[in-house]
Nanobody, 120 residues
Framework: VQLQASGGGLMQAGGSLRLSCVAS????????MGWYRQAPGKQRELVAY???????SYADSVKGRFTISRDDAKNTLYLRMSSLKLEDTAVYYC???????????????WGQGTQVTVSS
């Protein structure tokens, strides 16, 4: 099982970006998914979370600006980021709890990270 994140880049403050994260390989079911970020010198923090039944939560710092969604038919997670701020600059990681085809136990997976840089 692999998670592949994409969509990061350089954007001016106030702009928008959309991140994607695709789960591939021996995936049976994708359960909860989330986006995390880590800025230089800071700890990794949860940005947004979506459960298997669609329940959503956001970090206070991104509420009203970011939107998390998922397409279970494509095993894909999205993060639409709008009204970007300088403090949104970070490496963004996707995370998923996945039931693989080869095991009865759920496993936790991380994507490789995608850099988002917001400039003034």
């Amino acid at each position: 099982v692999q998670l592949q994140a994409s969509g990061g880049g350089l954007m001016q403050a106030g702009g928008s970006l959309r991140l994607s994260c695709v789960a591939s390989g021996s995936v049976f079911i994708v359960n909860a998914m989330g986006w995390y970020r880590q800025a230089p010198g800071k700890q990794r923090e949860l940005v947004a979370y979506i459960s298997s039944d669609g329940s959503i939560s956001y970090a206070d710092s991104v509420k009203g600006r970011f939107t998390i969604s998922r397409d279970d038919a494509k095993n894909t997670l999205y993060l639409r980021m709008s009204s970007l701020k300088l403090e949104d600059t970070a490496v963004y990681y996707c995370n998923a709890d996945i039931s693989p085809t080869y095991s009865d136990f759920d496993e936790d997976y991380w994507g490789q990270g995608t850099q988002v840089t917001v400039s003034s």
